[in-house]
């Protein structure tokens, strides 16, 4: 497989701002409140500033960030761990947050910038999402343009879908994962993964596990 990417997609329109100051205000005339009044009068261009920062990836190509690969005598896992993750939920556009870690073996040594892998995470997650699709599409786009030997990403995170509303339990976490190519298939090689996911070697600048 080349180590080319496809040609960038173009950018989809610009996000609305005024729809979404005109949505919040429908939404808080209908919770009862009065968008007029002092401290609300400014939230429905707050919201949508927001809004358009935290689903700013719903416009962005995140194969960009895996435009440029290099050659290295390197075969063995390579593993980022830890990633800081934040998304919403489409199901209640409430947020869900946690860590994201993503572990693949190049093949004939294509190898990525380690800040990219943090890159393809933040793009991916900058939109609505479910965390289901979430773990699978990192997953896809690492095999997809990196064509390792194989792919594994584990996402854990908290809903505040679930811990502030519905069943109210908050820490819950909710773990998924998705594994491509050696990983599926070597037990082995998926073992040591995990293993070093939950700390089997010394964190930089921390202690022994």
């Known amino acids: 497989m080349a180590a080319e990417t496809k040609p960038r997609a173009r950018p989809g329109p610009a996000m609305d701002l005024g ?59 390579v593993l980022v761990k830890n990633i800081p993750l934040y998304s919403m939920c489409e199901h209640h556009l ?13 093949k004939e040594g294509r190898i990525v910038g380690l800040s990219k892998i943090a890159r393809v995470v933040e793009s991916l997650s900058r939109r609505l999402q479910v965390q289901e699709r979430l773990t699978k599409q990192v997953a896809d786009l690492i095999m997809e343009h990196l064509d390792p030997l194989g792919v594994m990403v584990v996402i854990e995170a908290e809903h505040m879908c679930m811990s502030m509303r519905g069943a109210k339990k908050p820490k819950s976490i909710t773990v998924t994962s998705a594994v491509r190519g050696s990983f599926r298939t070597n037990p082995v090689t998926r073992a040591e993964a995990i293993t070093l996911i939950r700390g089997g070697l010394t964190g930089a600048g921390g202690k022994d596990a």
């Open 94 to 106: 409430l947020p869900f947050a946690g860590v994201a870690h993503m572990a693949y073996i190049p």
């Open 19 to 77: 729809r979404i100051e005109r949505g919040v205000r429908l939404i808080l005339r209908g919770a009862g409140e009065n968008p007029r009044r002092p401290g609300l009068r400014e939230t429905p261009r707050r919201v949508a500033r927001m809004f358009a920062e935290i689903l700013g990836g719903i416009h962005e190509n995140p194969e960009i960030h895996l435009k440029t690969v290099h050659k290295e005598k390197h075969d063995e896992m």
